[in-house]
């Protein structure tokens, strides 16, 4: 099976290999997401770099680097003399990583699920502990670990649904039984993720219930931001009344601009922020907002002082990093990805704020989190745009109500804290 995997990625990669030529002579090598690392070329330093315990930690794209920059934190602080790796493979990933993550001393693409890369990599890395965040499945990357004795741990470890429906294939749940068979140790999140996993094939005696690492990480890192200071930034009075849309994926903007058209007439006075999730769809979202006559200021205009963010306007996030603080000053926040079928996003950033968090049907990527904070009282579950419209509505006559369903949010983050330290616990007992 190992070796029909191989084939298939050789095919699509010769495949696609025309089109990677063709993006790296157009925009250039580093757009292009650094082709010599994708190939397990990886920066001499690395394997320069001989000071203490040697980490590699994978997190694919911008969830699970925001996931694994407390756990890395954790790890800098246990093993200061450590050397930390940290490969993405998604380029905006790579880019939240350098933004956010200071405590790593190299950044790298993950090699290519090929044996030749993915050895070259482990090669020069030369990694005491390979730690997993989330449920990324890399087949040939996993068996060199295990052939080279490197123990492998899946943190914050989860199966959705729609991934657990896709591996129950016959042929696929047994070459991923195998597959996992390569992987020391699971710590996963919730019981059903336990369940998913050993129904998929993993050991029983290998899989732990380990709780959360995003609980952990939206408190630590909403602690120090000053929410005074967001609001001068964004030219937006303190205290004044904001609604943020978050995360928002193709085909929400368009569902969302009749909510949107209403509220700004019935509450002139609220600012409302709009903010893709990928902002290579600015210019989509642009277009949608004018076809829809909605007035709108776009966040990188902010830096021109001849610019004024009028009454009415809605604010166009068309910049990286900027969401997470801004939710420290919203009076609520829609998250996006869960009205078209995206799967969701992470309603713990609001909550972490004491922000009433409100989010649409499609929540497979964050089950749990969606089903902790309704059952608190913190989240707010609703089917359709109408139904949107009316809780903000509510929401927003109605202070009081909207206190109470901030801090129901808020303390539901709080009492699920301390899955960092026990992951760590568990990598040291793995070292």
């Not at 909207?402 to 070292?431: C, H, P, W, Y």
């Amino acid at each position: 099976m190992y070796l029909l995997y191989s084939i298939l990625i050789y095919f699509v990669l010769i495949a696609g290999f025309p089109y990677l030529l063709f993006r790296w002579a157009k925009d250039g090598y580093t757009k292009v997401g650094g082709l010599r690392e994708r190939f397990g070329f990886l920066p001499r330093d690395i394997r320069e770099a001989y000071k203490g315990k040697r980490f590699w930690i994978h997190a694919a794209s911008v969830g699970e680097v925001k996931v694994a920059g407390g756990l890395i934190k954790g790890i800098r602080d246990r093993w200061e003399d450590a050397v930390i790796v940290l490969s993405t493979f998604t380029e905006a990933g790579r880019l939240v990583a350098r933004m956010e993550i200071k405590e790593i001393d190299s950044l790298i693409f993950l090699p290519l699920d090929i044996p030749w890369a993915a050895g070259r990599g482990i090669d020069v890395i030369a990694p005491d502990i390979f730690v997993m965040i989330e449920a990324e499945i890399w087949p040939n990357t996993l068996r060199l670990m295990k052939t080279n004795n490197i123990p492998v741990i899946m943190v914050n470890g989860r199966v959705s649904e729609r991934s657990y429906n896709n591996y129950r294939y016959r042929v696929i749940r047994r070459f991923l039984k195998e597959v996992l068979n390569c992987i020391s140790l699971f710590s996963m999140r919730t019981e059903k993720d336990y369940q998913r996993i050993v129904d998929l094939g993993a050991d029983p005696s290998r899989v732990l219930i380990n709780g959360n690492l995003k609980y952990d990480k939206v408190l630590l890192a909403a602690a120090p931001v000053n929410s005074d200071q967001v609001s001068k930034i964004l030219s937006i009075p303190v205290g004044s009344p904001v609604v943020i849309f978050g995360c928002t994926r193709p085909g929400e903007e368009r569902l969302l601009s009749g909510s949107l058209k209403r509220l700004i007439n019935k509450y002139p006075e609220v600012i409302f922020i709009l903010a893709p999730r990928h902002i290579n769809r600015i210019k989509e979202v642009e277009s949608i907002l004018r076809e829809e006559g909605l007035d709108y200021i776009k966040r990188s205009y902010l830096h021109n002082r001849d610019i004024v963010f009028k009454k009415r306007q809605i604010l166009l996030v068309d910049t990286i990093g900027e969401l997470f603080q801004m939710y420290s000053i919203c009076s609520m926040a829609f998250v996006g990805g869960s009205m078209a079928p995206f799967g969701g996003h992470n309603i713990l950033e609001p909550a972490a704020f004491s922000k009433p968090v409100i989010f649409g049907r499609d929540m497979s990527n964050f089950e749990e989190e969606a089903e902790l904070l309704i059952s608190t009282g913190g989240g707010i579950q609703i089917s359709d745009a109408d139904e949107l419209y009316s809780i903000i509505d509510d929401l927003l006559s109605d202070p009081e109500r909207r206190d109470f369903t901030g801090k129901a949010a808020f303390q539901a983050v709080k009492e699920n804290l301390g899955s960092t330290g026990k992951t760590l616990r568990l990598i040291e007992d793995m070292l």
